[in-house]
């Protein structure tokens, strides 16, 4: 591979970035056209890696792209977000389930330290947080596959727990969630940590899916 072609791609992954940053916060609206002659001028780059980021976003589902016109922001959809909760509440129960055996004390102080700091932090950096949280009480599960999966998804959620916790006034429920989940790992309960994760994760889901459809 060219040195010109991993800069190429490089590039591509620093616009996706970007784009999806503005996509999460709702700087750029959903539906929102995503013309890629006016993004290369945004990001002062060719239109090769604003197609390239394009692609890699629409493989996220945050992007919806058409032929011959670049694409849009992908609109807030219920069957997307039904979906990813399922998949998260299924992947996620599999994880605490296998890394809770294995987790050290230490490994619950950081997650517990990390929900410190969500309680204090700015809306911009939840989804950061909170994916951290989870995380750090799934990696001793050893599964560094199911974990990449979590993450990816949790990338994706970023999107409706935002809008979740600003539309909803949810922020509290899910710090309080944060910490029974924590206890229950300092108590090694894993059924205990398997079900409060599965509710955490399903309850917020089917919050945001009900306001939605009554809008």
């Avoid at 924590?182 to 108590?187: D, L």
Wanted: with cysteine.
């Amino acid at each position: 591979m060219s040195d010109e072609h991993t800069k190429r791609g490089d590039r591509a992954q620093q616009i996706q970035r970007l784009i999806r940053d503005a996509i999460i916060t709702g700087e750029l609206a959903p539906g929102s056209a995503l013309r890629q002659e006016e993004l290369a001028k945004t990001y002062a780059s060719s239109r090769m890696p604003i197609r390239e980021a394009l692609r890699l976003l629409s493989a996220e589902g945050l992007v919806q792209l058409i032929p011959n016109r670049g694409g849009i922001v992908a609109p807030i959809d219920l069957n997307d977000i039904r979906e990813n909760f399922e998949m998260r509440e299924v992947s996620e129960t599999l994880a605490i389930r296998l890394a809770l055996p294995h987790l050290s004390n230490s490994q619950i102080d950081r997650a517990a330290e990390i929900q410190n700091q969500i309680e204090n932090c700015a809306i911009e950096d939840f989804g950061r947080l909170n994916k951290a949280f989870h995380l750090t009480l799934y990696e001793p599960s050893n599964r560094p596959r199911l974990i990449a999966h979590i993450g990816s998804l949790h990338d994706i959620a970023d999107r409706y727990l935002r809008f979740t916790l600003q539309q909803l006034n949810y922020f509290d429920r899910s710090s309080a969630d944060h910490k029974a989940i924590v206890e229950a790992c300092y108590k090694r309960d894993q059924d205990g940590a398997v079900k409060l994760t599965s509710s955490h994760i399903f309850d917020a889901g089917k919050t945001l899916e009900s306001y939605l459809r009554n809008m």
